[in-house]
């Protein structure tokens, strides 16, 4: 399996432009997690969603923020207009939720610089 | 909801020491403890993980316990090697969902 997948790998745009991050989670998992990370605050929770569902999303700072899953095999997160508080790593995890299994699989990030 | 604290926030040993991570939880409903290791660059991988109903794990130089009475958990590694230095973090789940502590730099000293 090729793990999750996330693009772009680097993102470098402009305050108040749209950004749209991409993720592929492992085939068969069921549940998908949008993570930020960043130096002051770690690593937080954004959204997740449960068989293309959204769950919770009291992780996602604003209504600048919006991710959806159209299909159990790809998920966007997207900004817009982006900010430059907005500049983190931004991390993609799938795991099987409700087969006993709580691991969760991170894809390498996107690194997202605003400026 | 969770609140997970990890202590220490910077960890320097010699390399062939052991170095110990601990963490804490808030929430008694929490029955699911990951670790994860993070290098420059790359996403955090699971290294070791242990469910309320152990009270220790061991994988080779790793090892976790678990005090569930007072909601602790540590990080163990023995005989450290260059390889080691990261960011490692522990976490803690209910049913859904994970709760990240604040990592722990971990470096390995020649």
């Known amino acids: 399996d090729a793990g999750v997948i996330q693009s772009p790998r680097h993102e470098v745009t402009e305050m108040g432009q749209e950004v749209t991050l991409r993720c592929k989670p492992i085939s068969g998992h069921n549940s998908l997690f949008w993570y930020r990370q960043t130096m002051m605050r770690g690593l937080e929770l954004l959204i997740y969603f449960n068989n293309n569902v959204p769950i919770d999303d009291s992780g996602m700072p604003e209504d600048r923020f919006s991710a959806k899953m159209p299909n159990a095999s790809f998920s966007t997160l997207k900004i817009q207009p982006s900010e430059p508080r907005d500049s983190a790593v931004y991390f993609c995890a799938s795991t099987s939720l409700g087969a006993g299994q709580e691991t969760q699989y991170f894809g390498p990030g996107t690194r997202l610089l605003v400026l | 909801g969770e609140n997970v604290e990890q202590h220490p926030s910077t960890l320097s040993v010699q390399e062939g020491d052991s170095a110990v991570i601990k963490c804490t939880y808030s929430?008694?409903?929490?029955?699911?403890f990951p670790w994860y290791k993070q290098e420059l660059g790359k996403g955090p991988q699971l290294i070791i993980d242990i469910r309320s109903n152990v009270g220790e794990k061991k994988d080779q130089r790793i090892a976790v316990t678990l005090n569930k009475t007072a909601k602790h958990f540590s990080l163990h590694i023995t005989e450290t090697q260059p390889e080691d230095s990261a960011v490692y973090f522990c976490?803690?789940?209910?049913?859904?969902?994970?709760?990240f502590g604040k990592g722990t730099h971990l470096i390995i000293q020649p």
């Open positions: 976490a803690a789940s209910r049913a859904d969902g994970l709760t």
């Open positions: 929430d008694s409903a929490s029955n699911y």
